[in-house]
């Protein structure tokens, strides 16, 4: 069996257990339920059950729902539980796999033998982690557009994918439009939004302080801001043009719209893994521990998330990173990431560990992201190449990244504990055993990428 391509041990809200995803009615024919993004059932009803591959079933889906062609890229099948999730590959065969789930978790989860022994996986079908964005930006199909938008708000709303409060509101906004309709003066008031607030904001942000330490803290006057930011970026949410019954009915452009402001936060569309990082030292006795983390992989990169405080730790591209893992059989699984940094003004390489039992599978979803990427740059160049030459066609436009101070996009070094090292030994911690080049020979070898091995400096502490 070839290696699932996606799995992650903190399924959203929407990715829940379906104990029944399958059920036999007969010898050879049996009921497929399959999950939307939005907890919707797609029944089939197919022959040979135990032999069908995900292919087949991703083509018998599309034509129930009527997708155009674009649909068998946008959408993979996932094969998803409380404890594990994976995005099947086409040839196969979501039965068998079923078959194999406590395995499945055995291997690449930490889970207790009693809830691995009670887990059942739902068969959803849901984004694809290879498809890209600018893809995504062709799209015209309205239920294609409805799909992303629904798994998109669900990741946002279950705060697997962070967002700063500014943009939370905006995309609330967008959903307020969709279930609300148009913005009336005075209806709805901030009164009557905080009643669903969950519906529209992520779930921590609803949350509100009372009594004595609220007030020691000063947040107490705070209390409302979000529905009022949500009201006022519900009323400026623009209208298409047309009449009033065309605009009401037209919800694609706010599909996009909101799909379009993912598009800025660095993990819209990752694959997410569970896993843990050290803590830095901290008080008289150096104590620090393990906090858990979500590790975000794309086709852009890779994301360190903090998944108590809902923001990114770390975030690399392909570009900015070496990267190898250790078999369970040699030591703890571990992913080990190394990236440029300093240390108090000395340019060092850090390497970061991230203990997880899916450091396999992330090692393995890295390096086919990196084959994706530089098989798909060769085809954007002679695409772009006659426009750029002819000036014709003006360059595309780059939606910036979120950089605002404090961004929960932005990467926090300082909250990681790293080995810090440079070339032959010469360490600020020694690192053994001693190396004279990168750690690892994963990396993106092709193409201008900033990466480098730092060299030793006379000036540097010898370990």
Not at 21 to 42: F, P
Not at 115 to 130: C, I, K, T, Y
Not at 363 to 376: D, F, G, R, T, V
Not at 438 to 452: A, D, I, K, P, V
């Amino acid at each position: 069996m070839d290696g699932p391509e996606g799995s992650t041990g903190q399924p959203g809200p929407a990715d829940r257990s379906h104990r029944s995803s399958v059920s036999s009615v007969g010898a050879r024919a049996a009921d497929v339920l399959v999950y939307l993004a939005d907890d919707s059932m797609v029944p089939l009803a197919v022959e040979n059950l135990p032999s069908l591959s995900a292919h087949e079933l991703h083509r018998a889906i599309r034509e129930v729902l009527q997708l155009p062609d674009i649909a068998l890229d946008a959408f993979a099948l996932w094969l998803v539980s409380p404890l594990l999730e994976v995005q099947l590959k086409p040839k196969h065969q979501p039965y068998k796999l079923g078959r194999q789930w406590q395995e499945l978790l055995l291997r690449f989860t930490d889970a207790p033998d009693d809830d691995v022994a009670m887990d059942e996986p739902s068969l959803q079908f849901r984004r694809n982690v290879f498809f890209p964005k600018r893809r995504e930006l062709q799209i015209h199909d309205k239920e294609v557009l409805r799909l992303l938008y629904e798994e998109a708000k669900g990741n946002v709303l279950a705060a697997r994918y962070p967002c700063d409060m500014e943009d939370c509101e905006a995309l609330g906004a967008l959903v307020c439009r969709v279930q609300l309709g148009p913005y009336q003066p005075g209806q709805p008031t901030a009164c009557s939004l905080r009643e669903k607030l969950d519906s529209f904001l992520p779930a921590h942000l609803c949350k509100r302080s009372h009594g004595l330490f609220a007030a020691f803290r000063g947040r107490g006057a705070k209390a409302g801001t979000g529905e009022q930011g949500l009201l006022n970026a519900y009323r400026r949410v623009q209208e298409v043009a047309g009449s009033d019954g065309e605009r009401e009915a037209s919800l694609s452009p706010h599909y996009r719209a909101y799909l379009l402001k993912c598009h800025e936060l660095p993990f819209y569309g990752c694959a997410f893994f569970h896993g843990e990082i050290d803590k830095p030292a901290q008080g008289f006795l150096h104590r620090g521990g393990r906090k858990p983390v979500s590790v975000a992989i794309s086709l852009d990169g890779v994301h360190v998330i903090d998944c108590r405080e809902k923001h990114v730790l770390l975030g690399l591209r392909f570009q900015e990173l070496s990267w190898d893992h250790t078999s369970p059989e040699e030591e703890e699984s571990v992913l080990w990431l190394e990236f440029d940094g300093d240390n108090e003004g000395t340019p060092v390489n850090k390497l970061l560990k991230i203990y997880s039992k899916q450091a396999e599978l992330m090692s393995s979803l890295i390096e086919y992201c990196i084959e994706l990427s530089q098989a798909a740059e060769p085809a954007a160049s002679q695409e772009a190449g006659p426009a750029s030459a002819s000036g014709s066609s003006p360059p595309p436009h780059q939606r910036p990244q979120l950089r605002r101070q404090g961004s929960v996009v932005c990467s926090r070094i300082q909250h990681l504990s790293t080995i810090d090292y440079v070339e032959e030994g010469e360490t600020i911690k020694r690192v053994k055993p001693k190396r004279t080049t990168s750690f690892f020979s994963r990396q993106l070898s092709l193409g201008q990428g900033s990466y480098t091995v730092v060299q030793a400096s006379d000036s540097l502490e010898q370990g």
